[in-house]
């Protein structure tokens, strides 16, 4: 008997990973096939959904794509999100291996997965237990396979398959773009009906924010994603960061100053601030409700989001990135926005001297008060990175 493994986090399962289960069948023609979500991956951060959730959504992705002739053999296991704790794919080969002793067992694989190789546990157990198939992206040059002693057997599956990620649906998801291409039917359904993947995030900021003001929102997370994954930083932090960076606009203008004394944020200058440009606040008071309203608990996210406005002296590459985005989103129609687009777009570090430029030339040219903060970030910006 032949068994063919099928593991992932599917946080969400895409179109891709099912036509690549589709043409491994259709190779391999297994008796059997088990597609084992994770409960937590080794080589990744945590789900972003439940595990329950994406056992639930691949079993919708399975019947939504696969024709009936070849589901009657394709079981989801829920071997490992049940075990509750991470689980290394020698551990599921094993108990595979125990439950259908002399099984063929084929584990299936992305190239992604497969540039990962060198840090998968145990490879002489897993020559012992499987051989690996492998998928190839459309997009991705052909990966060259582990070869050597001790090390499992690798073979492609025949074709090419879309260049979809399941990080890049999450993305997505943040910035409210279509995704009919990327996820099956049912699963697009569930998810936006449990309004998963920050969904709840985007639909909140669309109630609670002016209209105006979330246009802004969501033009800066997409800005934010687009530099992003032109500069290699990670496009779903960023889109998160650029969705929540206004977030602090909930507040009216009138009650930032007493907000801000309230939670006792460490504003720079606090006090001058109220008094000059209230409004300033709300940078901070947004990083205080991301993380108390909407439940952010990365410190990178909120710290892009507490500086997109003042800027300071010590900024991160995200830090940089969602100020400059918030300068340059497509909903700027003025000229400088263009250039600080442009600049952005081939390096990072010269279009965030260029916002932090034409931010503090705005501001002389029209009489208002500079806060300490923007010339401690021109002075920084000029530095080397």
Same mark, same amino acid.
């Given at each position: 008997m032949r068994i063919l493994v099928y593991g992932g986090s599917f946080d969400p399962p895409h179109r891709a990973h099912m036509l690549m289960l589709d043409a491994a069948i259709r190779t391999l023609r297994p008796d059997r096939v088990r597609v084992v979500p994770a409960y937590r991956s080794p080589l990744k951060p945590g789900a972003n959904a439940s595990g329950e959730r994406r056992l639930r959504l691949t079993e919708l992705a399975v019947r939504d794509c696969l024709p009936a002739a070849r589901r009657r053999i394709v079981k989801v296991d829920p071997f490992e999100v049940r075990r509750g704790r991470t689980t290394y794919t020698w551990e599921t080969l094993r108990h595979l291996n125990r439950k259908h002793p002399g099984a063929?067992? +084929? @584990?299936?694989?992305? &190239?992604?997965?497969? *540039?990962?190789?060198? &840090?998968? #546990? =145990?490879? $002489? %157990?897993?020559? =012992?237990?499987?051989?690996?198939?492998?998928?190839?992206?459309?997009?991705?040059?052909?990966?060259? !396979?582990? #070869?050597?002693?001790? /090390?499992?057997?690798?073979? @492609?599956?025949?074709?090419? @398959?879309?260049?979809?990620? &399941?990080?890049?649906?999450?993305?997505?998801? /943040?910035?409210? %773009?279509?995704?009919?291409?990327?996820?099956?039917?049912? +699963?697009? #359904?569930?998810?936006?009906?449990?309004? !998963?993947?920050?969904?709840?995030?985007?639909?909140?900021?669309?109630?609670?924010?002016?209209?105006?003001?979330?246009?802004?929102?969501?033009?800066?997370?997409?800005?934010?994603?687009? !530099?992003?994954?032109?500069?290699?930083?990670?496009?779903?932090?960023?889109? /998160?960061?650029? !969705?929540?960076?206004?977030?602090?606009?909930?507040?009216?203008?009138?009650?930032?100053?007493?907000? *801000?004394?309230?939670?006792?944020?460490?504003?720079?200058y606090r006090e001058e601030t109220a008094r000059q440009k209230p409004l300033l606040l709300h940078a901070h008071?947004?990083?205080? /409700?991301?993380?108390?309203?909407? $439940? +952010?608990?990365?410190?990178? +996210?909120?710290?892009?989001?507490?500086?997109?406005?003042?800027g300071s002296a010590r900024m991160s590459a995200l830090d940089r990135?969602?100020?400059?985005?918030?300068?340059?989103?497509a909903d700027r129609d003025f000229p400088q926005a263009r250039l600080i687009r442009r600049a952005a777009l081939a390096d990072l570090a010269e279009g965030y001297r260029e916002a932090v430029r034409r931010k503090i030339e705005h501001i002389l040219e029209t009489g208002r008060w500079l806060h300490p903060s923007g010339a401690l970030a021109w002075n920084a910006a000029l530095s080397p990175s």
């Open positions: 063929e067992l +084929v @584990f299936l694989i992305g &190239s992604d997965a497969l *540039a990962d190789f060198g &840090s998968w #546990k =145990r490879p $002489g %157990e897993l020559a =012992r237990l499987c051989r690996f198939a492998v998928g190839r992206r459309a997009a991705a040059p052909a990966p060259a !396979l582990p #070869k050597g002693p001790g /090390l499992p057997r690798f073979t @492609f599956i025949p074709g090419r @398959f879309p260049d979809l990620s &399941s990080t890049d649906a999450r993305r997505r998801c /943040l910035t409210g %773009e279509d995704l009919s291409h990327a996820l099956p039917r049912r +699963v697009l #359904k569930h998810v936006r009906r449990h309004s !998963l993947y920050g969904l709840d995030l985007y639909d909140r900021l669309a109630r609670e924010l002016g209209p105006e003001r979330f246009e802004h929102t969501v033009s800066v997370a997409r800005q934010a994603a687009v !530099l992003a994954i032109r500069h290699g930083l990670d496009a779903e932090r960023a889109a /998160l960061a650029g !969705l929540l960076h206004d977030c602090g606009r909930c507040i009216p203008i009138g009650k930032m100053a007493d907000y *801000a004394r309230r939670r006792r944020l460490r504003v720079p008071i947004g990083s205080d /409700l991301a993380r108390r309203r909407f $439940g +952010v608990s990365d410190p990178e +996210v909120l710290s892009a989001i507490r500086n997109h406005a003042l990135l969602i100020y400059t985005a918030d300068a340059c989103s």
